[in-house]
């Protein structure tokens, strides 16, 4: 499996009818030798765009639905959500798009991109993420607004900077961010490098960071649920593979998969 980042581009290609990923897992641990050998018997790829903060867990599941489906190969393209709609409006091929929020979904949804309504596959939450040992004494939500505090946080137009924004909003405070970062893992990386004294990021990122760094609970995180939609492209190049995928993703597997790396799952 290979994993990209960064930009994608081409002309689109040609539409094809696809069905969106049904309410049943198809893909789960009952029925793997079956998807197997309807979508594993020649040697076929499948390109995912998904949300920065599904890195580590798609990586994993793209493994295993490779290892149950031999002579496939998923291809991923992480990014902030906002922007990897952008490319998939203005043509960047691309099968199937997991996204850390409803509204870039819902761009493509608007320019009829996807064969189906979306379906929510799992949720997540913010978390305050400190250097270890918390150098800067950061305890909640209010040290954001402090000058003295070098802070980190999304861009606001990305999913967690648009949560970011509504749960300061709900703590009543003015965040005075340093810097904004393109997507919630360089928003991370300010952290792991030492680089501020606090960020507001996932908590799923906060647990992959490992002792990398520390995690700060406030109690606002609880009001502001981010659902992660997931849906195939009406122009996937194979609408069988790309739905199996799919269909993986919502599988009994997956979702112990999602729930250990901290993510919600319906």
Request: glycine residues 8%.
């Amino acid at each position: 499996m290979r994993r990209r980042a960064g930009g994608t581009g081409g002309a689109r290609r040609a539409p094809v009818a696809v069905a969106l990923v049904s309410g049943l897992a198809v893909a789960s641990c009952s029925v793997p030798d079956q998807d197997a050998t309807q979508v594993g018997d020649t040697s076929r790829s499948a390109v995912v765009f998904a949300a920065a903060s599904l890195t580590e867990v798609l990586t994993e599941l793209g493994a295993e639905f490779e290892r149950s489906h031999p002579g496939t190969s998923i291809d991923f393209h992480f990014g902030a959500s906002s922007a990897l709609a952008q490319q998939i409006v203005a043509g960047a091929p691309a099968d199937v798009f997991a996204s850390a929020s409803p509204e870039p979904v819902d761009q493509v949804v608007d320019l009829d991109l996807v064969a189906e309504p979306p379906v929510v596959f799992a949720a997540n939450r913010l978390q305050i993420a400190v250097p270890p040992g918390n150098p800067g004494e950061v305890t909640g939500l209010a040290d954001f607004a402090d000058p003295d505090k070098v802070i980190a946080l999304c861009a606001p137009e990305v999913p967690c900077g648009a949560a970011a924004r509504e749960v300061f909003a709900l703590a009543g405070v003015d965040a005075q961010p340093d810097t904004y970062e393109r997507d919630v893992r360089a928003t991370l990386t300010k952290v792991r490098l030492g680089e501020v004294d606090a960020a507001l990021v996932y908590r799923t990122d906060v647990l992959a960071a490992g002792e990398d760094v520390r995690g700060v609970d406030f109690p606002e995180a609880g009001r502001v649920v981010n659902e992660y939609p997931l849906a195939v492209l009406s122009e996937a190049s194979d609408a069988d593979l790309a739905s199996a995928f799919a269909d993986h993703l919502r599988s009994p597997t997956a979702e112990d998969v999602l729930r250990t790396a901290g993510f919600d799952v319906p």
